[in-house]
């Protein structure tokens, strides 16, 4: 007799629960190389992503988490007409749920068919933290990455 458990509560097995413990894990060693304000910029832009109910956090995400900080690099953007408005104008609202999301990099950004919060990070979000990383790096090996090296990574990200 087979079970009539749903698929969702069966634990995880092969390759995608590998490819996902692997990724968990690369984050984790990317924050590790954050200073307090890029976590705080990564934190607000995954919160602002499960308000909007998107499927996985984008670049346009952290984009607000970086604008919604109160330091030098959200008043440099601010000055140059980014801002948290702007930033919200392109990705929606939650009111606008059954609207498909606008990603600042292109695409539909993702938004979650089921209303469910973020799974994780997108691909393009990890390759960001990952270049954000070997910069700070690159200038100085216990360097950690800096609000400014998120958006310098942001501006030279292959698309």
């Known amino acids: 007799q087979q079970s009539t458990?749903?698929?969702?509560?069966?634990?995880?097995?092969?390759?995608?629960?590998?490819?996902?413990?692997?990724?968990?894990?690369?984050?984790?060693?990317y924050f590790e190389s954050f200073d307090d304000g890029a976590v705080r910029a990564v934190k607000e832009g995954s919160d602002q992503a499960k308000a909007l109910k998107v499927s996985s956090v984008r670049p346009e995400h952290l984009i607000y988490g970086l604008v919604a900080g109160k330091d030098e690099t959200a008043k440099t953007l601010a000055n140059a007409g980014v801002t948290k408005d702007a930033v919200l104008q392109k990705l929606g609202t939650p009111a606008e749920e059954n609207k498909p999301a606008r990603g600042l990099f292109g695409g539909s950004g993702n938004r979650a068919q089921n209303g469910s919060a973020p799974v994780g990070f997108s691909s393009e979000l990890e390759g960001v933290f990952a270049k954000a990383v070997k910069t700070a790096k690159a200038v100085d090996k216990d360097a950690l990455v800096s609000t400014k090296v998120l958006v310098f990574a942001l501006l030279f990200q292959k698309s």
């Open 5 to 29: 458990r749903p698929l969702i509560n069966r634990p995880r097995t092969g390759d995608q629960s590998i490819s996902r413990s692997r990724s968990r894990v690369r984050i984790q060693a």
